[in-house]
């Protein structure tokens, strides 16, 4: 295959990969947006078994590829790992399968850095070690600093900030070691100090993310997710390869936007996100929340409420995915409307680990579209709402957001369910939300709390409501 | 390749990846991003090219174990992202 010919495959990719990102942008042709992308990454992959590219110092040589047996081998067992992972994953822990798989891509690009240096000569311009450099850091950033969103998200790891004394000095002496090193890489070429400069990137990667808590994760991983397609837009520089260049920048440039948009939905600066936890106090978290009284009630005293209802407003959260509880609550939205009650779903933005991820968990469960309404709309309504049911959910409704400066969740928009006449709560425990700050709205007079599994709480409800 | 070439393709590409996610609801937030990662598991392509020019263990090592990561990056990408939004399908209005 030609050169020409090479390219030309690699520009189609590339333009593949376009037009799978705007499709991507609009709900119907979603779908077939990332089946373009698919099939323009196939058509990259398969394409470059059939032309012995790069490096430009390299020798080229006859087909086929050395080390085919190698190459081969290896994308069957990525097959073998990723398909599975991706097919069974449950939709609830599918955020931190997405950071997973961001930070293997930032990882594979950090080797493919790595091993582009080793085999850098002196041949080798300053430029082409200058982006090799760039690329092993950031795509070792990325690779730790993933993991470490992967185990929050998965709860390995406490899911609050992790703040540490001089936290901050600490970061930023390690930066700016990440940089002195990686002037020193330029400088003179040798593996030890590359193997340094990985090991300080890792490690900055873990320091960089460890003091973002609660709703900022899925930023943080967006953000993650744009660096690594910087650090393939610089292997394909380093590789000549036109097809990195368009799909890594693509990548780049609208993770970015991306990230900025989330940013926004959740009415955080971005520089707050990132850089705000470096600031912070550690928070009092050990508090007198559990000896303070709350008001519980029965599922028939729940069941009661519901039907003097006019209009009822369910507000899903994280927990009713963990229990499974999607069928019982269309259920009892059901039955709600066969008794001719008003029933609307108020979707936060963010309700759930990442932006959408209600509206995925919702549709699944079968949930008519029409009934789900967005923040904006539904806010106003709560005022002529006769019950709010808020089921395992709490950050996303937290007056916290409004009223309370410095904490961490202030400034996000929230949906105002405390302008309901009536609040209903169904938890597991008194155990604070995923941004670990207490709720006071839990406390208000007019909250009832119905504690317990959401998914057998819910159903005892539904019996409830039947009888009446 | 020439470096004003290159130049021009990384300046042009910034533009159109702004601009083709500019507006897009929260809705399609986390499928956009899944998707946007998928794409950069095209780092396989790069992880196959240094393969095939490693001339040591060392490399050859490496390199497999970028391969390795870099389809699943790619293949699981697609995969999750597609099953997010056959979620989706005809529940339009």
């Not at chain 1, 086929?64 to 097919?87: D, F």
């Not at chain 1, 609050?160 to 400088?187: K, M």
């Not at chain 1, 008794?339 to 959408?356: E, F, L, N, S, T």
């Amino acid at each position: 295959m030609s050169r020409t010919l090479y390219d030309l495959i690699g520009l189609a990719a590339g333009v593949a990969f376009i037009l799978a990102l705007k499709g991507l942008s609009h709900p119907k042709t979603a779908r077939r947006g990332n089946l373009i992308g698919a099939f323009g990454a196939t058509l990259a992959t398969v394409v470059v078994f059939f032309f012995v590219a790069g490096p430009k110092t390299g020798v080229a040589h006859a087909l086929p590829l050395n080390h085919l047996g190698w190459i081969l081998g290896a994308m069957a067992v990525g097959l073998a790992v990723g398909v599975p992972a991706a097919r069974k994953v449950e939709m609830t822990q599918m955020p931190q399968l997405v950071a997973l798989f961001n930070g293997v891509g930032g990882g594979a690009a950090a080797l493919v850095a790595i091993v582009e240096y080793l085999h850098l000569g002196s041949g080798a311009t300053k430029a082409e070690v200058i982006f090799t450099v760039f690329t092993v850091i950031v795509g070792c950033v990325s690779f730790s600093g993933s993991i470490i969103t992967f185990m929050k998200l998965q709860e390995l790891m406490t899911t609050r900030p992790v703040i540490f004394p001089a936290g901050r000095f600490i970061i930023a002496a390690t930066l700016v070691s990440v940089i002195g090193v990686g002037g020193w890489v330029v400088a003179a070429l040798g593996t030890t100090p590359l193997l340094i400069l990985a090991g300080l990137s890792l490690l900055f990667g873990v320091l960089f993310v460890l003091p973002v808590g609660g709703a900022d994760v899925p930023i943080v991983i967006s953000l993650l997710n744009a660096f690594t397609g910087l650090t393939v837009a610089a292997s394909g520089y380093v590789l000549d390869s036109v097809l990195l260049i368009i799909a890594g920048t693509l990548v780049g440039a609208s993770g970015t936007i991306l990230t900025r948009l989330m940013a926004e939905a959740m009415g955080r600066s971005l520089f707050g996100t990132l850089f705000g936890a470096f600031t912070a106090k550690p928070q009092d978290t050990s508090g007198t929340a559990e000896e303070r009284p709350v008001r519980s009630g029965s599922p028939d005293d729940v069941a009661i409420l519901l039907n003097y209802a006019r209009r009822v407003v369910i507000v899903p959260g994280f927990g009713l995915a963990v229990a499974q509880a999607q069928h019982t609550v269309r259920e009892l939205a059901d039955l709600m409307i066969s008794k001719g009650i008003d029933v609307a779903y108020g979707i936060h933005p963010v309700a759930g680990r990442m932006p959408g991820h209600m509206n995925v968990l919702l549709a699944e469960a079968n949930v008519p579209y029409d009934q789900l309404e967005e923040m904006d709309e539904i806010n106003p309504t709560f005022s002529q709402t006769d019950v709010a049911i808020v089921i395992g959910a709490n950050d996303v409704v937290n007056p916290a957001a409004e009223n309370t400066p410095g904490c961490p969740i202030y400034g996000m928009p929230i949906l105002k369910v405390a302008n309901a006449a009536n609040v209903i709560f169904l938890k597991r425990s008194m155990r604070p939300g995923f941004a670990g700050i207490e709720n006071e709205l839990l406390y208000d007079p007019k909250t009832m709390l119905l504690f317990g599994d959401a998914k057998a709480s819910l159903t005892k409800v539904v019996t409830a409501l039947k009888a009446l | 390749m020439e470096p004003i070439a290159i130049i021009s393709i990384f300046v042009l590409a910034v533009f159109v990846g702004f601009e083709v996610v500019s507006k897009v609801s929260s809705t399609l937030h986390t499928p956009l991003m899944s998707g946007a990662n998928a794409i950069h598991g095209v780092i396989l392509v790069g992880a196959i090219i240094v393969a095939d020019h490693s001339e040591t263990n060392l490399e050859l090592g490496l390199a497999v174990a970028a391969i390795v990561l870099a389809t699943i990056n790619m293949v699981g990408g697609f995969v999750v992202t597609d099953r997010m939004l056959e979620m989706f399908k005809g529940k339009k209005k």
